[in-house]
């Protein structure tokens, strides 16, 4: 079992639809980062978390740590949200463990 | 392991040393990316290679900065005079063509400039 996970793997959405990606992870953590990846492009990072929930814009990202899940959501998606999404934890004093990503298409 | 592997995973220089990282990406990727992550903050892209040819570079990559990736393969990512200020996660990734098949991330090299 992976120590990150997502779901789903592949998002086909309609332009308008409220979307949402989760993740869970097995191990402690100190802080958790939704990162984006656009083809072609470097990775920009979305939000960083280490409880609660924080929203920028359209889109909102929420984790859980008793649960050890964390959920980003997009209102209002829109074709320039397709991307990868990646969900990264950092681990305490060591290096950071990535999800495999969500690959989200937005059709116009 | 058939993924991105760094080395070394951690690395403590003195101030004004040169360090070097390496980064062995998977074998059929022919894209390569290096990302720096200062703590509390994201990771930002420095620069990213296909197959040997350094394609794009951050405004973040100073003249201390070099990297190279001479036969397509592995990457080695040099910084010269560091400065505390260079303490950071440095991560690679590599990809096959594009974004759109996916990335794999290796684990970072963790340096710390005292």
């Known amino acids: 079992k992976n120590e990150v996970e997502q779901s789903p793997q592949n998002l086909t959405a309609q332009e308008g639809e409220f979307i949402t990606i989760n993740c869970s992870y097995s191990?402690?953590?100190?802080?958790l980062h939704w990162l984006q990846q656009h083809p072609g492009g470097g990775i920009v990072s979305l939000f960083m978390?280490?409880?609660g929930k924080k929203k920028h814009g359209r889109l909102i990202a929420t984790i859980n740590i008793q649960e050890k899940h964390s959920s980003l959501h997009i209102t209002a998606s829109h074709p320039r949200d397709s991307a990868v999404y990646i969900c990264?934890?950092?681990?305490?004093?060591?290096?950071?463990?990535f999800g495999p990503g969500t690959r989200l298409s937005v059709l116009p | 392991d058939t993924g991105v592997s760094q080395d070394p995973r951690h690395k403590i220089t003195k101030r004004g040393q040169n360090v070097t990282f390496r980064c062995d990406p998977i074998?059929?990727?022919?894209?390569l990316y290096w990302y720096r992550q200062t703590l509390g903050q994201g990771p930002e892209f420095l620069t990213y290679?296909?197959?040997?040819?350094?394609?794009?570079k951050s405004r973040l990559l100073s003249d201390r900065f070099s990297a190279e990736r001479p036969k397509g393969s592995f990457s080695t990512l040099e910084i010269q005079r560091t400065e505390q200020g260079d303490s950071a996660m440095y991560l690679c990734?590599?990809?096959?063509?594009?974004?759109?098949?996916?990335?794999?991330f290796g684990s970072g090299t963790r340096l710390t400039v005292v």
């Open positions: 990264a934890v950092e681990l305490y004093g060591q290096n950071f463990v």
């Open positions: 990734a590599s990809s096959l063509r594009s974004a759109n098949y996916g990335y794999t």
């Open positions: 191990v402690g953590i100190s802080a």
């Open positions: 290679f296909q197959n040997e040819a350094q394609l794009e």
């Open positions: 074998s059929e990727h022919n894209r």
């Open positions: 978390l280490s409880s």
